[in-house]
Nanobody, 121 residues
Framework: QVQLVESGGGLVQAGGSLRLSCAAS????????LGWFRQAPGKEREFVAA?????YYADSVKGRFTIARDNAKNAVFLQMNSLKPEDTAVYYC?????????????????WGQGTQVTVSS
């Protein structure tokens, strides 16, 4: 059974940092695109970042967030710096087959349950 489990969320003040982790099990994800999405209250889920052989970022997080993968650990990480209140959301990791795009939810096959990130002003 494939599982993606996020961790590392929490409450942080604006300007602070958090590091999200996503541990995958049930199969090897070294040949998959790994991504992070987020959903704020009352809004649709949106793309944040993804990593294949390259890294991709939403404009809203470019320069502040860094995505990294560790294939040996079957994991993906999201380092979030200079956090803003508008970054408050539930963050989800996802895995999808390589060769497709990386910014659409439909391009991912597996999803985690999410971890809450709250940034206070």
């Amino acid at each position: 059974q494939v599982q993606l489990v996020e961790s590392g969320g929490g409450l942080v003040q604006a300007g602070g940092s958090l590091r999200l982790s996503c541990a995958a099990s049930g199969r090897t994800f070294s040949s998959y695109a790994l991504g992070w999405f987020r959903q704020a209250p009352g809004k649709e889920r949106e793309f944040v970042a993804a990593v294949t052989w390259s890294a991709y970022y939403a404009d809203s997080v470019k320069g502040r967030f860094t995505i990294a993968r560790d294939n040996a650990k079957n994991a993906v990480f999201l380092q979030m710096n200079s956090l803003k209140p508008e970054d408050t959301a539930v963050y989800y990791c996802a895995a999808g087959s390589l060769g497709l795009g990386v910014v659409k939810e439909s391009e991912y096959d597996y999803w985690g349950q999410g971890t809450q990130v709250t940034v206070s002003s």
